[in-house]
Every structure is written in structure tokens, then in C-alpha cells.
């Protein structure tokens, strides 16, 4: 079955440096591959989507790339803040319909 | 844009009684609704997906007498726990695709926190 695997650890970054969180899956590559953003105690917020076809997508201070020679998917927020702090998930595109099989999610801490 | 809405936020409820979470897309049709579990410092577990006017899919090992899901209009959808014990506290997130015609993107509730004694 597919394995979707984050940076168990939580990761601390100091202020304005780049934040990278990885993301490795294993198997078969999904059609797309998606991160989201999520506060505790609230639901997962979208932040991007990169299909198979692409190597890259950017969104003001967000960088996402896919690798599906390695099966990989690297996450980069440039000029980090402290308000960057939260646990950030990626997903998967599985078996079709749209579903999503979400990684365990690794939390950052952007510290002052 | 693309704005769910679950309801209520939080419920505390007596074991053997059912509870019925309610999730809305608020501006636009949802085409595809879906469950998702998450257990404390676990990720999401989909549940079942819905789709309006049919049967829910669920996933494997879900219960679907035991999670009840109706999916009555392009807006609505409802997940209910019946005869809930304590096993099934957990924090209950529904999705929604279709915003502007994207079926491959999900905008996720707030989250419902189910707390059974």
C-alpha cells in the first residue's frame, strides 16, 4: 500500500530563513500532490497543488517541487514568520474520485 | 471563496446516544463531499466520500451503520454517529470539492470535536 512519510520531527527555524519540509511517498506516482496548512484543533487549509507534469509551482513566499524520479515532494517558505508556525500536511491523490491519503503532517515552529 | 462550514464546533454527548454533524459549502456547489477522521497527533483518515444523490462510499474498515452520512443537496452534506462510545471522541473534518470547478482541490471545514462519555 502507499506510504506517505513527513519529517516526524518538528522543525524550528529562525526568523526570515527558509523553511524546507519534505514529503516521500512510496509505490505509485499520484496524479497530483497537494500541501496543506493546519492550526491545532482546526480543519486543513489548501495551500498548493503540483500535478505529475510539473517540477514546480510557486505561490507569493511558497515553493513547492515534485520529484517523481525520487518520490519526493520538497516544500520551501521563503521569509519565514512566526505566523508561518503550524503543522503542514501533504496529500496525495489516490485511487481515483479525488481522494486524498494525507501524510503525518510535520510541525514548524518559526521562532523569533 | 470556497468557504465549509461544519456544525457544531465542539459536542459532548452520553455513550449510546447518536450525534449528527452537519457540513455546508457556503459558496459554491460541492460536487463531491468528504469525511475524514483525525485521531490527537494523527493525520486525516478519509472516512467516505459523498456524492449528492447517491450512496456514500466508505472506506475500508469504516462502519457505514455506524456512520451515517446523507449527502441531500449540492451544499449539505451530514455525518451521523450513532450509538456512539467513547472510541469514536475524535476530531471529524468534512471537505468539499468542486469550488469553481476544480474537482482536484478540497476546502475543509473547521473541524467538529466529538467527545463521547
Known amino acids: 500500500s502507499q506510504k506517505i512519510e513527513q519529517n516526524s520531527e518538528a522543525l524550528n527555524i529562525q526568523e526570515g530563513k527558509t523553511a524546507t519540509l519534505t514529503c516521500n511517498y512510496t509505490n505509485y506516482s499520484p496524479a497530483y500532490l497537494q500541501w496543506y496548512r493546519q492550526d491545532p484543533g482546526r480543519g486543513p487549509v489548501f495551500l498548493l497543488l503540483?500535478?505529475?507534469?510539473?517540477k514546480e509551482k510557486r505561490k507569493e513566499r511558497l515553493k513547492v517541487t515534485f520529484d517523481t524520479t525520487l518520490k519526493q515532494s520538497l516544500f520551501h517558505i521563503t521569509a519565514s514568520q512566526p505566523a508561518d508556525s503550524a503543522t503542514y500536511l501533504c496529500a496525495l491523490e489516490l485511487g481515483g474520485g479525488n481522494k486524498l491519503t494525507f501524510g503525518t503532517g510535520t510541525q514548524l515552529k518559526v521562532e523569533l | 471563496g470556497a468557504v465549509v462550514s461544519q456544525h457544531p464546533s465542539w459536542v459532548i454527548c452520553k455513550s449510546g446516544t447518536s450525534v449528527k454533524i452537519e457540513c455546508r459549502s457556503l459558496d459554491f456547489q460541492a460536487t463531491t463531499m468528504f469525511w475524514y477522521r483525525q485521531f490527537p497527533k494523527q493525520s486525516l483518515m478519509l472516512m467516505a466520500t459523498?456524492?449528492?444523490?447517491?450512496?456514500?462510499?466508505?472506506e475500508q474498515g469504516v462502519e457505514k451503520d455506524k456512520f451515517l452520512i446523507n449527502h441531500a443537496s449540492l451544499t449539505l452534506s451530514t455525518l451521523t454517529v450513532t450509538s456512539a462510545h467513547p472510541e469514536d471522541s475524535s476530531f471529524y473534518i468534512c471537505?468539499?470539492?468542486?469550488?469553481?470547478?476544480?474537482?482536484?482541490?478540497?476546502?475543509f471545514g473547521p473541524g467538529t470535536r466529538l467527545t463521547v462519555l
Open positions: 459523498s456524492n449528492e444523490g447517491s450512496k456514500a462510499t466508505y
Open positions: 471537505s468539499a470539492g468542486g469550488a469553481s470547478g476544480a474537482t482536484d482541490t478540497q476546502y
Open positions: 503540483i500535478r505529475e507534469n510539473e
